[in-house]
């Protein structure tokens, strides 16, 4: 025990800031992956808004002004998938921001783990998107 390193107060202020920043990088995945479940439930709520009453009727009997209604369930399906892609992408981008920050500001401590939350939300986003074209595009 006589022997046991004693860690100086510039060592331990450096371990703590790694540990902190360490920290706060998993508080942005996390943060992303809650807007990732929110966006991804928004776009899966309006998808099956849109195939459940697409279901209930059929396209051949609906007429014109009943297609073209604004609180259509298309309309609300589309409202709810554009909001979903809308909120992933802005908050994608609010991620990538702010790890970029960190990381720049805090190079000196790391390396840092590399995460897949932003790989993960960018493929949300897209398939958001191609749900969005689908649904607009179908009559």
């Not at 022997?3 to 107060?9: I, L, M």
């Not at 998938?81 to 401590?109: C, F, P, S, W």
């Amino acid at each position: 025990m006589a022997n046991a390193h004693v860690p100086s107060s510039n060592e331990l202020a450096n371990t703590r800031t790694s540990l902190a920043v360490t920290r706060t990088i998993v508080a942005l995945d996390r943060t992303l992956m809650a807007w990732m479940r929110t966006s991804t439930s928004l776009i899966s709520f309006g998808f099956t808004i849109y195939k459940f009453f697409q279901y209930l009727r059929s396209d051949s009997s609906l007429t014109d002004a009943e297609r073209m209604r604004l609180l259509s369930p298309r309309g609300v399906a589309l409202v709810l998938i554009g909001l979903g892609v809308i909120a992933l992408t802005l908050a994608t981008i609010e991620y990538r921001k702010q790890r970029n920050v960190m990381l720049a500001a805090h190079r000196d401590y790391g390396p840092f783990h590399t995460s897949i939350a932003g790989a993960v939300a960018t493929v949300i986003s897209g398939l958001g998107l191609i749900g969005f074209v689908l649904v607009f595009l179908h009559q």
